[in-house]
Nanobody, 125 residues
Framework: QVQLVESGGGLVQAGGSLRLSCAASGRDFSRYSMAWFRQAPGKEREFVASKSWRSGSTYYTDSVKGRFTFSRDNGKNTVYLQMNSLKPEDTAVYYC??????????????????WGKGTLVTVSS
């Protein structure tokens, strides 16, 4: 069992930055691949970024490449999403996710074993 708690959301102007944190508790956290998803009002939850527990490789959806950075601190059981050059279209509830399957699987909602409750990011124009 893994529990995930996100923090760091808030209101920011376009062009600004935020850093989201996701604190994990439970056994064998380091053996889970981690991901961030987001869900904008009226839209489906979508993949943002993931990091493999095995290789440490990181993947991003095209719309955030070059702006977002996903990092992981196994010693603190915490992952981070540094978001720079934010745009109004980044406005969404951001969810932290953990999965025990492949790195490809965790890029889909069906591949997620555990979800956090989410943190709201609002980017004003």
């Amino acid at each position: 069992q893994v529990q995930l708690v996100e923090s760091g959301g808030g209101l920011v102007q376009a062009g600004g930055s935020l850093r989201l944190s996701c604190a994990a508790s439970g056994r064998d956290f380091s053996r889970y691949s981690m991901a961030w998803f987001r869900q904008a009002p009226g839209k489906e939850r979508e993949f943002v970024a993931s990091k493999s527990w095995r290789s440490g490789s990181t993947y991003y959806t095209d719309s955030v490449k070059g702006r977002f950075t996903f990092s992981r601190d196994n010693g603190k059981n915490t992952v981070y999403l540094q978001m720079n050059s934010l745009k109004p279209e980044d406005t969404a509830v951001y969810y932290c996710a953990a999965g025990s399957g492949s790195i490809a699987a965790i890029q889909q909602t069906y591949g997620v074993d555990y979800w956090g409750k989410g943190t709201l990011v609002t980017v004003s124009s």
